[in-house]
């Protein structure tokens, strides 16, 4: 078998992998090193022209073939996902800068979202209506938007590419991939293997290319039905705007600010190691990341103290050391977490762990996991996205102020409850105004389908749970009278 190969300085339009128009190539950096991997191509609106006037022309047929057909290709797509795991894992761990575990484990979840839509595609149905008399029928169509465009960021960027493509797809809608500029193998590797699986040409293409520009001329582009935003809260609304001069709905998934809530009847054994994991996983470089943890007061010194423990143990390296945690994704990145810890003591942060540059050998953009006391509900620290491996620490006294703490934040992603009173967590889960919740687990481990809902300053979205094809469909809703033969 051949090995699994990123064209360089190619994209993907009407089934072809073809240099850009214009602008040339943008290097790609390994995070551990800084050293270039390979350049990609440097699409603009000319190159963002031709995929989505490729995507259209493939559209009629696409949206025309059966559902069975269109699940198949998928299932045909997640075969030679899982085949290429090894492969796909390194393109990620490398090009994101974690460790080669979780660029697998990555490449798993791919392979699971694209096997889901590929049984979901010949699911979606519309519904049937009560009538007045029998001489109605009403009845309900999902029909596809047409062109999707999709931009993604660099932290996941498989996971996104399959939560956001395969469902578009299983609906019948063609695909403009835009992957961010900094992390854009895997995203690529995959579209590769989506035009081995047989997609007819146009139904995938991929814009590679700086978000100023070809991302711009993507989410702004007449010609698209449908916009789907992975990325900043800042980011989302100037999408937003541009999709407004288009009235073209969007899909937004931003920022958060996720609590881990710990009463003092939790497991602890349990909780701790999940919190760690939870801001030290990919860097802290997740939406979802527990970056506040926030701890009944009674056991508010074991558990920093454990937690703090659990941060020094922490593993940093290479991708290919495999450890537990890697260097953030860009210098850019790297600076403005810096900041931050620059920043907090000033404030009246305590710093009890980290709070600088990591002490590894090279020149990669690592930083120490990190642990801040002594925060209040003002601090940048605690309102913004640091999206880096950097807890804070506030206590609380009471389920009451444990809301209201959990609340208190622009963002609406994820929380996290951690208690053995299966009634508070359940009146948590119902209080807090979070898309998802978690009761004993950071997540939706073991839960199939689950969708990535989220509220306030974090978007709108089914992400790519059960609801996902609706998201991608529009209904027209059919009246007939039944006339007298």
């Not at 925060?375 to 102020?401: I, K």
């Not at 959990?406 to 208690?419: E, H, I, Q, S």
Request: glycine residues 12%.
């Amino acid at each position: 078998m051949p090995p699994l190969e990123v064209p360089v300085a190619r994209q993907l339009i009407d089934g072809e992998w073809i240099p850009a128009a214009e602008k040339g190539g943008l290097p790609v950096l390994d995070p551990a090193d800084g050293q270039v991997i390979q350049e990609v191509a440097r699409g603009g609106a000319a190159d963002v022209d031709r995929a989505v006037a490729a995507a259209r022309r493939a559209f009629p047929g696409w949206a025309a073939t059966s559902p069975a057909e269109r699940g198949a290709l998928l299932a045909r797509w997640a075969a030679l996902v899982i085949e290429r795991v090894g492969e796909l894992a390194r393109y990620e761990a490398r090009d994101v800068g974690k460790p080669l575990s979780g660029g697998r484990m990555n490449a798993f979840i791919t392979h699971g979202i694209v096997e889901y839509f590929a049984g979901a595609a010949d699911k979606l149905t519309g519904v049937t209506l009560p009538t007045r008399t029998p001489d109605y029928l009403g009845f309900t169509i999902p029909e596809p938007y047409g062109v999707c465009a999709v931009a993604i960021p660099w932290n996941v960027p498989m996971l996104l590419t399959a939560a956001n493509v395969a469902p578009a797809l299983a609906a019948g809608n063609t695909v403009v991939l835009k992957p961010s500029e900094i992390a854009p193998l895997g995203p690529m590797a995959l579209a590769e293997l989506a035009r081995q699986a047989g997609f007819p040409p146009g139904v995938l293409n991929v814009v590679t290319g700086l978000g100023t520009e070809a991302g711009v001329a993507l989410t702004s582009h007449p010609d698209v039905g449908h916009i789907s935003f992975v990325g900043s809260t800042a980011t989302g609304r100037a999408v937003m705007r541009a999709a407004s001069a288009n009235l073209v709905p969007v899909k937004l998934e931003l920022g958060g600010k996720s609590p881990n809530v710990v009463f003092a009847d939790a497991d602890l054994d349990a909780a701790i190691p999940a919190i760690v994991g939870s801001i030290t996983e990919n860097a802290g470089q997740n939406c979802y990341a527990g970056s506040r943890l926030l701890v009944e007061e009674s056991i508010r010194a074991e558990v920093t103290e454990r937690v703090v423990e659990g941060m020094r143990a922490v593993r940093l390296g290479t991708w290919e050391q495999d450890l537990d945690m890697g260097p953030l994704v860009s210098r850019e990145q790297y600076e403005r977490v810096l900041g931050f810890l620059e920043e907090a003591p000033g404030e009246g942060a305590r710093v009890v762990v980290g709070g600088a540059k990591a002490e590894v050998p090279g020149e990669g953009w690592f930083v120490a996991p990190t642990v801040l006391d002594g925060v209040d509900p003002g601090m940048r620290v605690v309102r913004e996205e640091v999206f880096g491996p950097v807890l804070a620490v506030q206590g609380f006294s009471g389920t009451a102020q444990a809301v209201d703490m959990m609340n208190d934040t622009g963002f609406g992603l994820l929380a996290c409850v951690w208690t053995d009173d299966v009634s508070r967590a359940l009146r948590v889960a119902r209080s807090v105004r979070s898309g998802q919740v978690a009761v004993n687990q950071f997540h939706d481990a073991g839960v199939i389908g689950f969708p990535f809902n989220m509220q306030k300053d974090s978007g709108f979205s089914a992400g790519g749970g059960y609801a996902a094809l609706r998201e991608y469909t529009q209904e027209k809703a059919v009246a007939v009278r039944l006339l007298d033969r």
